[in-house]
């Protein structure tokens, strides 16, 4: 049986389904993030972008960067995506729009030179000070 897992907006006019399993799990700390979420930093798991159905409605997009495309609701706000335009199989959705985001607990923390200081780190899992391509600049006890 293949694995899944729904989600969608606050609203609710925008459906999704991840299948199969995910590539990675990330809490990104950079400012693009930030500024497009609201949040001190935003957790992303990310699929193969065939593996990732719209079930109901359609996603707004904008371009926060040339490279980068980036969905939302466009009646709640609800950030859904990110996509880079150097890694188009790849589809990042953000964690905690999962009806179970628990389920896709963060395997890295990335961008530490933005973290904000009164947020909480994950002290259990590798921190990078920027992307995950780095050597970490921490790594669990």
Known sequence: METYADGGCLCGAIRYRLTGQPLSSTLCHC????????APAVAWVVFPAE???LLHGRPATRHSSPQVVRSFCARCGTPISYRHRDDP???????AT???PERFAPAREIWLEHHIGWMALCDHVPQHRHGSDEPPIRRPA
């Not at 400012?31 to 609201?38: E, F």
């Open 51 to 53: 593996d990732v159905t």
């Open 31 to 38: 400012r693009s993030c930030r500024l497009a979420s609201g």
């Open 98 to 100: 999962l009806d179970h």
């Open 89 to 95: 199989d790849h589809i990042e959705i953000t964690t």
